[in-house]
């Protein structure tokens, strides 16, 4: 194969390649899924809820201890 072959193969390959990364950015951008912030602050009552929840797990498992 002539050297002018290979390079004009491999130009089409990087073309392609590149081609190929800008529609995947451009799909990407596009998505509305990649903007999630994250999880909302806590709030107040949460942290009440939370530690309700925690101080009766921690009741719980002193009682199963005393038990056992």
């Known amino acids: 194969m002539p050297v002018e072959e290979i390079n004009a193969g491999e ?3 990087i073309d392609q390649m590149l081609m190929e990364r800008h529609l995947s950015k451009k799909a990407r951008r596009s998505s509305k ?3 999630i912030k994250g999880p909302k602050k806590r709030t ?7 530690r ?3 101080e009766k797990m ?3 498992a002193q009682g199963m ?4």
């Not at 201890?65 to 056992?68: H, K, P, Q, T």
């Open 11 to 13: 130009n089409d390959n």
């Open 33 to 35: 899924k990649n903007h």
């Open 44 to 50: 107040e009552e949460d942290d009440i809820n939370f």
């Open 52 to 54: 309700q929840s925690f």
């Open 58 to 60: 921690i009741m719980e």
């Open 65 to 68: 201890e005393r038990v056992n």
